[in-house]
């Protein structure tokens, strides 16, 4: 797995995500993926992160799919 460096404004360059060992998967031809940015998902008013909406034939349906998050504890749940 290696780090694409997807959101260097959030992690440190370098730093191995969970959308990295999904990216490492797809650069070696072990899956195929569709990433799409988001600025807000329903009543939360600001997103600003990538989902993975595809992963295979797997696609997300509305807000379930593909997610993981990252940042401060105090902000679950979108609150």
């Not at 070696?28 to 600003?48: A, F, M, N, P």
Request: hydrophobic share 35%.
């Amino acid at each position: 797995v290696i780090a694409h460096d997807l959101r260097t404004d959030v992690f440190l360059p370098g730093t191995v995500t969970a959308m990295d060992v999904i990216m490492s998967l797809g650069d070696e031809g072990k899956l195929t993926y569709d990433l799409q940015w988001h600025d807000s998902i329903g009543s939360t008013g600001v997103v600003r992160t990538y989902f993975v909406d595809r992963i295979n034939q797997d696609k997300s349906l509305f807000r379930c799919g593909f997610v993981y998050e990252a940042g401060s504890s105090q902000f679950r749940g979108s609150r």
